[in-house]
């Protein structure tokens, strides 16, 4: 039952995210009584997640999405980050989403969308874990048995490192779309709270906006090309 709904939850896995951040604006009693407390906490969380994205896609990217967006490995990736758990990208997620409740302030958001979206991951991986089993057997199981599925085991993160080069032009490739939305939805998130004023959140909204256009435009014209 879990695998059947993680294949179906995958398939519409890019839309998850607009509907939680919707979510953010519900009303909500507050989590801390200290406003700037809250949104500390939420941006270390942020900044956290997305780190982990980013340093596990300039360690090893790999391909988890098919043409139909159904699940898809070519290979199995046990290198870089994945050496250290089995989902980091989901990690970044998990920690990304959670660090927006609390930057919010949201009580209603932390306890029950937050927990919604874990069940969600953990439907898709019940899934891709059973298609990774299906394709690899054996390989699969034996790094399944050594290596976390989403807390990663830091005793080993020197390991995580040997043998890659980080590559910063894959990261820029790959997630000038997702920095600059998080980019955006903090601001808009600001600016509904009144932590920041029109006139400064589109100084700043053009300014991020260049950076994500030069950055375009180095892909378009293949300059992140590794």
């Known amino acids: ?11 519409f896995r890019n839309f998850l995210f607009p509907l939680f951040y919707i979510a953010l604006f519900i009303p909500s009693p507050p989590v801390f009584e200290n406003t700037c407390t809250s949104s500390v906490t939420g941006l270390i969380l942020i900044l956290a997640g997305i780190t982990v994205r980013c340093i596990t896609i300039g360690l090893v990217y790999i391909v988890r999405g098919g043409n139909k967006r159904e699940i898809y490995a070519e290979g199995l990736v046990t290198e870089g980050i ?32 937050f927990p919604l ?24 199981e034996d790094y399944r048995k050594t290596t976390n599925s989403i807390f990663p085991d830091l005793r080993n993160i020197s390991r ?10 894959k990261v820029l490739s790959k997630e000038h779309n997702s920095l600059f939305v998080y980019a955006c939805g903090i601001l808009l998130i600001l600016l509904y709270h009144d932590q920041i004023d029109l006139k ?3 100084v700043i909204f053009i300014t991020i906006s260049l950076v994500y256009g030069i950055i375009k435009y180095l892909k378009i014209n293949h300059y992140l090309d590794e």
């Open 1 to 11: 039952m879990m695998v059947k709904l993680g294949n179906w939850l995958f398939h």
């Open 82 to 113: 994945y050496s250290l758990c089995r989902n980091p990208m989901y990690l970044g997620n998990l920690l990304i989403l959670l660090g927006f409740g609390f930057f919010v302030d949201s009580l209603i958001f932390i306890l029950i969308f």
């Open 117 to 140: 979206f874990v069940f969600i991951y953990s439907s898709i991986i019940k899934a891709e874990e059973a298609f990774l089993m299906n394709k690899f057997g054996k390989d699969f």
């Open 160 to 169: 995580a490192f040997k043998g890659h080069t980080f590559k910063w032009k």
């Open 200 to 202: 400064t959140m589109i």
